[in-house]
């Protein structure tokens, strides 16, 4: 498998501008996560499905953002309008159901870049 | 939410030398990961340990459930083992701030 795969690797925008973050989790795996790494705060989740539910989204900073999974292989995170507060490098992650020995292992994309001019 | 420190926050070491990490929890769990993010940034995962011990080539880990910590051990460090590591707890991944690790050839 390839992993998980997140688009695009860095993305440059202004503000006020819509930013939409892409994700791809490990085929066969039920939970898919959200995070976000800034100095500040360091690496914090934001929100995470089960089979394509939202799950829990306390994690979201405010209603500019939005997350979906329409399907079991793509997940997508909005920032509408995008703010420079909102530089980050943003990470999906990925495992598969919890319990036993193994599978509660959370695989990370490479994260997304995002500056906000 | 769960509480999670790491200690040092900063470690340089010279090629060749062995370290310890530590990582305290503030409550009982069931998951725990270590990760090194590597200078490009990828969080690369080391351990799935959250009991007992166990190892992967130069590195391994120790977790004592218990006692609500976790060890992470490096020993002959090379130049590639630079970067940060991370310990994070619980199903949804609480992270500590993680210990910055400088291996000078």
């Known amino acids: 498998d390839a992993g998980v795969i997140q688009s695009p690797r860095h993305e440059v925008t202004e503000m006020g501008q819509e930013v939409t973050l892409r994700c791809k989790p490990i085929?066969?795996?039920?939970?898919l996560f959200w995070y976000r790494q800034t100095m500040m705060r360091g690496l914090e989740l934001l929100i995470y499905?089960?089979?394509?539910?939202?799950?829990?989204d306390s994690g979201m900073p405010e209603d500019r953002f939005s997350a979906k999974m329409p399907n079991a292989s793509f997940s997508t995170l909005k920032i509408q309008p995008s703010e420079p507060r909102d530089s980050a490098v943003y990470f999906c992650?990925?495992?598969?159901?919890?319990?036993?020995?193994?599978?509660?292992?959370?695989?990370f994309g490479a994260g997304t870049r995002l500056s906000v001019l | 939410g769960i509480q999670v420190e790491q200690s040092p926050p900063d470690l340089i070491l010279q090629e060749g030398a062995n370290s310890t990490l530590r990582c305290n929890f503030s409550d009982s769990v069931n998951n725990l990961q270590w990760f090194h993010q590597n200078p490009w940034g990828q969080l690369i995962n080391l351990f799935y340990?959250?009991?007992g011990t166990k190892q992967n080539g130069r590195l391994s880990a120790t977790t004592v459930a218990t006692e609500r910590y976790s060890l992470l051990y490096i020993s002959s460090s090379q130049t590639t083992d630079s970067g940060v590591y991370f310990c994070?707890?619980?199903?949804?991944?609480?992270f500590g701030a993680g210990t910055t690790v400088t291996v000078r050839a």
């Open positions: 340990i959250p009991s």
């Open positions: 992650a990925s495992s598969s159901v919890p319990g036993g020995e193994g599978k509660n292992i959370q695989y």
């Open positions: 499905f089960n089979n394509n539910v939202p799950i829990d």
């Open positions: 085929s066969g795996h039920d939970y």
């Open positions: 994070a707890v619980d199903y949804k991944l609480s």
